[in-house]
């Protein structure tokens, strides 16, 4: 389903296909790749890291783009290819396991007659096995041209690099000695004083991806020696994908299992998964079982572990159970119970993932206590602190989870926490109280804002505080008004709305006017519904469409989507066509692609815009004559594949329902919608008519969830005279 993604589809020109089959570019003479050795060319031992820098340039300005990514081969590194004559001195390290599948950020500009460089380390692709003077190719498809006929924008460009020669001799055992030393003594080093710089950080990443290159079994072992579960640096990433790349998987597979089995060793989920994964490579056919064995193996080491390594292990066991390998159901339930018995040993990252992602496999009455006493913690919030934050947000899980299993010992605690000077948690735990208001808080949300005005307060504010402090809340927001921060305004200019529609409207006119600092008026109307909606903004969304700036209309476009009533519908369609009119006759010419600026830029994401409110609006179905007749008006590329994938939704009408472990929440879609929640699912199937057939389909790792979710949509259909059917 592509609901939701047709404006980034539109506006992000240039993302990869590395993972995509596709024809060949055509060659271009007007972008040269010189291809070098970084420093004195020379001889290199095997298992040396072979440096090379790729420099493209074009004398033609501002038509060509360069995709900029510079992750190595577990992220969007397959732009290049490598070619070796003689071909039999030499193999891909990473094959057969196919990789690039880890995405990642990415930037684009364009070339010109100064080069752009990258440097790549020939060994991510090639791996010498015997000396010899080979000659090496790299061809690059990271270059693009605008083509206004393809539906991205953009075409790829094949650019071939001068070929180089590359002497390879055999590497001593007294070189690879001292290789291996120098390595372990970079990485052996502890770290500077205060915070450390980014120096320290590059030689700590050129020491395992030395490493990674030896290839030695010395080096292989330091290696697995190495993976510790990091969740900060590139540390663990070279140290996995060195293991996967091992020249001797024997001897990789023999040190990860050692690891597995020490019981000093914290066995966390990455050891536990590179682990399975040299057998995956080997055989992909065979995941499964390749997981299921090195699961089996933890799970035997569990009982020897030993002080810190008991919970992280405990942790990686259970996770690998609930995720991928069926245990039986009475080892899984005891992890669980040395989970929860162990909890306080747990990292804050581990802790929050327990109570938020796994708490339909822990949770229930029996946590009660733990619950408590993590939600009353007296946790400052440290904003450049990320352990003091995470624990933050520890504290308002455990809350929420409290209220979720005994409101009525939960609503103190709740009430305390609004009340306090400074609240440490944030409004999705402080806002489960059901009350529409709070007026015993009134007079100390009020105070506390006009004294020092937050996001947290207004947010506060927005959801509990009454009429009886809106002209102290509106004294402290009038001075600062078009002025504020986004997250203070909205949330205020929403509370004045719920309370005093009359006094609201002209604020919030007079902040969308305002057009000289914060920028908010940008999506001021869109912020402000997401905290309350009222006609009112409709109404401003509407008179909004011919405003000057882009920002407003695209923001008005999309409220008048999400909330806009059903006679919006004509609205926009009116709006649609008139941008279609405007286009008309240069329909290439607003295609997205990477040199649009401006006004140009704009239409495009105009016109996006319109054609996604029409088709996912939460007040009307726009069922398949509307899409076919959206189709017919357009030949914007872009906009007719959209169109046609949306079409082709309605072949046979699918309700999708996947559940999430631990939450109310879903993730489900019919046709061309998508939803978080079964209500909202509910609200749009109500507007299909009776007699309407659709394909059920529900998945999630709770049965019972997928039962339950089942049953609820079946119910609701026939209910109302619609109908569950089998698939075609």
């Excluded at 924008?153 to 120098?182: D, F, K, Y």
């Excluded at 597995?260 to 995941?287: C, F, I, K, M, Y």
């Excluded at 996770?319 to 306080?344: K, S, Y």
């Amino acid at each position: 389903m592509l609901t939701g993604c047709l404006g980034a589809i539109v506006f992000v020109a240039g993302a990869s296909s590395a993972a995509v089959a596709q024809p060949p570019p055509a060659p271009d003479p007007n972008v040269v790749l010189r291809v070098s050795i970084v420093g004195v060319e020379r001889p290199f031992r095997i298992g040396e890291t072979i440096p090379l820098q790729l420099e493209f340039s074009s004398a033609v300005s501002e038509r060509y783009q360069v995709n900029a990514a510079t992750y190595d081969r577990s992220g969007r590194m397959e732009y290049e290819r490598f070619t070796v004559s003689p071909s039999g001195g030499s193999v891909d390290p990473l094959a057969p396991r196919a990789f690039g599948m880890m995405g990642g950020l990415t930037g684009f500009q364009f070339l010109s007659a100064k080069p752009w460089s990258i440097r790549l380390n020939v060994n991510e692709w090639i791996r010498f096995t015997r000396p010899g003077t080979y000659r090496l190719t790299i061809t690059s498809r990271r270059i693009e041209i605008k083509n206004p006929a393809t539906v991205r924008g953009t075409s790829e460009v094949l650019v071939s690099g001068n070929p180089i020669t590359l002497r390879i001799v055999a590497a001593t055992p007294a070189w690879q000695t001292v290789t291996l030393r120098n390595a372990v003594a970079t990485l052996n080093q502890a770290p500077p004083a205060g915070s450390p710089s980014d120096a320290y950080y590059r030689a700590r990443s050129d020491a395992l991806t030395s490493l990674r290159f030896l290839g030695t079994p010395a080096a292989i072992r330091e290696l697995a020696n190495r993976l510790r579960g990091n969740p900060i640096g590139s540390d663990d990433s070279i140290c996995v994908m060195g293991l996967l790349s091992a020249p001797d998987k024997v001897v990789a597979r023999e040190a990860l299992e050692q690891a597995v089995d020490n019981p000093n060793r914290p066995v966390h989920d990455r050891l536990l998964s590179t682990l399975s994964g040299l057998d995956e490579a080997q055989n992909p056919p065979q995941w499964r079982e390749a997981r299921q064995r090195a699961l089996e193996r933890l799970v035997k080491a569990l009982p020897n572990k030993r002080g810190d390594a008991v919970a992280i292990s405990l942790m990686t066991a259970a996770n690998a159970a609930w995720n991928f390998v069926p245990l039986p159901e009475t080892t899984t339930n005891t992890l669980a119970q040395q989970l929860i018995a162990r909890f306080d040993q747990l990292p804050v990252q581990q802790q929050n993932f327990l109570l938020e992602s796994r708490w339909d496999k822990i949770g229930g009455p029996a946590l009660l206590p733990l619950l408590r006493r993590y939600a009353g913690a007296n946790t400052q919030i440290d904003r450049n602190g990320r352990d003091e934050y995470d624990r933050q947000q520890l504290a308002a899980t455990a809350l929420r989870r409290w209220y979720e299993l005994d409101p009525a010992s939960a609503r103190p605690a709740l009430l305390a926490e609004i009340s306090r000077p400074d609240p440490r948690l944030g409004t999705r735990a402080l806002g489960l109280l059901p009350d529409a208001v709070l007026p015993n808080v009134d007079v100390q949300l009020a105070e506390r804002f006009a004294q020092s005005p937050s996001a947290h307060g207004a947010s506060l504010i927005a959801r509990y505080a009454t009429g009886a402090v809106l002209d102290s809340v509106l004294a402290t927001l009038d001075p600062h008004l078009g002025r504020w921060a986004c997250d203070i305004q909205a949330p205020i200019l929403a509370y004045a709305l719920r309370v005093n529609r009359v006094l609201a409207r002209p604020r919030i006119e007079k902040a969308l006017a305002s057009r000289e600092s914060t920028g908010c008026y940008g999506e001021l109307l869109t912020s402000i519904a997401d905290v309350y909606y009222d006609s009112i903004l409709e109404d401003l969304a509407r008179s909004s469409l011919d405003d000057p700036a882009p920002r407003v209309r695209t923001s008005s476009i999309r409220l008048l989507g999400r909330f806009g009533s059903p006679s919006m519908e004509a609205v926009l369609s009116e709006r649609y066509s008139k941008w279609i009119e405007n286009v008309t006759g240069r329909e290439l010419e607003v295609t997205p692609a990477f040199t649009e600026r401006g006004t140009e830029q704009d239409a495009i994401n105009e016109g996006a815009n319109l054609l996604e409110a029409l088709t996912t609006a939460t007040s009307w179905v726009t069922r398949q004559d509307k899409l076919t007749k959206l189709l017919s008006m357009t030949r914007v590329p872009r906009l007719r594949q959209y169109l046609e994938f949306e079409l082709n939704t309605w072949r046979e009408l699918t309700i999708t329902v996947n559940t999430r472990p631990g939450s109310t929440s879903i993730d489900g879609g019919v046709a061309q919608y998508e939803f978080q929640s079964m209500r909202v699912l509910q609200n749009k199937l109500e507007q299909f008519p009776a007699g309407t057939r659709f394909v059920l389909r529900v998945s999630g790792q709770d049965t019972q969830a997928v039962r339950a979710a089942e049953d609820t949509v079946s119910t609701f259909l026939r209910a109302r005279g619609m109908a569950v059917v089998q698939p075609q």
